[in-house]
C-alpha cells in the first residue's frame, strides 16, 4: 500500500516556476514508478512525467519538454516536479501517482493516486 500527499501548488504568473512534492508513505516506494498527471477542468486526465524506480529513467509529455524537470529522493520517499516557464495552459490540478516497477504514460496503468494540487497561471 502505497499513500501519496502532493503539494507545492499555487497562483504564479506567466513566465514563473513551481516545484511540486509529492511525499509517499510505506515501505516500497524505491521500488514503485511514480508519474505526474494533470487534470484541467472539463477536460480528461494527461500524462505530464514520469520516473522509473531507480530514477535512471525520466519521462515527458511533449507540452512541458524542456520546462519540467522531475525527480525523486527515494531517502526521503518523495517524487518531485519542477515547471518553469509556466503557461496558462499549464492551469490544472496535479497528481502524482505510482505503480509497481515500470513507468507507463497510461494513467489506467497507476494503482496508487494522491489527491491533488491546484496549480494556476495567470497571464
Known amino acids: 500500500q502505497v499513500q501519496l500527499v502532493e503539494s507545492g501548488g499555487g497562483l504564479v504568473q506567466a513566465g514563473g516556476s513551481l516545484r511540486l512534492s509529492c511525499a509517499a508513505s510505506g515501505r516500497t516506494f524505491s521500488s514503485v514508478a511514480m508519474g505526474w498527471f494533470r487534470q484541467a477542468l472539463g477536460k480528461e486526465r494527461q500524462f505530464v512525467a514520469a520516473?522509473?524506480?531507480?530514477?535512471?529513467?525520466?519521462y515527458y509529455a511533449d507540452s512541458v519538454k524542456g520546462r519540467s524537470a522531475i525527480s525523486r529522493d527515494n531517502a526521503k520517499n518523495t517524487v518531485y516536479l519542477q515547471m518553469n516557464s509556466l503557461k496558462p495552459e499549464d492551469t490544472a490540478v496535479y497528481y502524482c501517482?505510482?505503480?509497481?516497477?515500470?513507468?507507463?504514460?497510461?494513467?489506467?496503468?497507476?494503482?496508487?493516486w494522491g489527491q491533488g494540487t491546484q496549480v494556476t497561471v495567470s497571464s
Open positions: 520516473i522509473s524506480w531507480s530514477g535512471g529513467s525520466t
Open positions: 501517482a505510482a505503480r509497481r516497477l515500470t513507468t507507463t504514460q497510461d494513467p489506467a496503468g497507476y494503482t496508487y
